[in-house]
């Protein structure tokens, strides 16, 4: 998806220690629907996918197997990611260096994948999202965060796609961002959304999957601002006060 539309009006919610969950494969669009339900509802975006695609950058540049869990282990215990709100997406910063205009390489994308398989990772990066949502008053995406994360979320939203359009979708974004004019073709980024797919969805450890009490968001045949104004919709719903119940 492209940028998020600006809301005409914020509505700040009645409740600002609210955690709001969304959850949804690769390329679904869920950091645009994150950063604007931040930004529509007064929260704090915290960008899940993000903090592995980080932490998959340090292990391209250390030169650690993206298939050996102990050094990946190993590797997690001298790191340090911290996200910084700011206009338009946070800026993520990895041992104290900003690396955000490094995330989105198609080599990053895919490493943050196979390192997240390991319970290890996953381990120690719920805690790192725990930590840093404790105090709530945030919007969270990933995979496994209305699941895993923050299963008692006040609202879970699962955003799904067909892969074809994620993939489409995903090929638009890397084009636009992609300085070196090496963007891989849209059929090549379909495949690897598929295989994503494969390996988020079975593995062992915290595999996607929508919560049971998730609210399902397919955007397959929808615009941004259907979308958008979709998921508002949702988290009024959850967050609206239950009308007193009348006595008989």
């Known amino acids: 998806m492209s940028p998020a539309v600006p809301s005409t009006q ?3 919610v009645p409740d600002s220690k609210i955690i709001i969950a969304i959850d949804g494969p690769a390329g679904a669009g869920k950091s645009t629907v994150a950063r604007h339900l931040a930004r529509h509802f007064g929260l704090l975006n ?22 050996e869990s102990f050094a990946l282990e190993a590797l997690a215990a001298k ?3 911290h996200l910084v709100p700011a206009a338009g997406e946070n800026r993520v910063f990895l041992d ?23 319970p290890p990772v996953r381990a120690w990066m719920v805690r790192l999202q725990q930590q840093m949502a404790s105090s709530g008053g945030v919007v969270m995406e990933g995979r496994d965060i209305g699941t895993v994360v923050f299963p008692h979320a006040d609202v879970k939203i699962f955003l799904d796609a067909a ?8 090929f638009e974004q890397l084009g636009a961002q992609s300085a070196s004019g090496s963007a891989q073709q849209p059929e ?30 397919d955007s397959t045949k929808m615009t941004l601002e259907e979308v958008l ?12 006060p239950r009308p007193e119940s009348r006595p008989a």
């Open 188 to 217: 090549e980024v379909i495949r690897d959304l598929r295989e994503r797919d494969l390996r988020d969805r079975n593995r062992v450890d915290s595999p996607l999957k929508p919560a049971p009490d998730a609210v399902p968001l």
């Open 96 to 118: 104290g260096q900003d690396v955000t205009g490094e995330l989105r390489n198609p080599a990053v994308t895919d490493a943050a994948s196979r390192v997240s398989v390991f």
């Open 46 to 67: 915290l960008e899940t996918g993000a903090m592995y695609r980080a932490f998959a950058l340090k292990a391209l540049r250390a030169g650690v197997s993206l298939d």
């Open 163 to 170: 892969p074809e359009v994620r993939g489409l979708r995903r």
């Open 79 to 81: 790191t340090t990611i």
């Open 10 to 12: 914020d509505h700040a």
């Open 229 to 240: 104004r979709a998921a508002e919709a949702i988290v009024e719903r959850r967050l609206a």
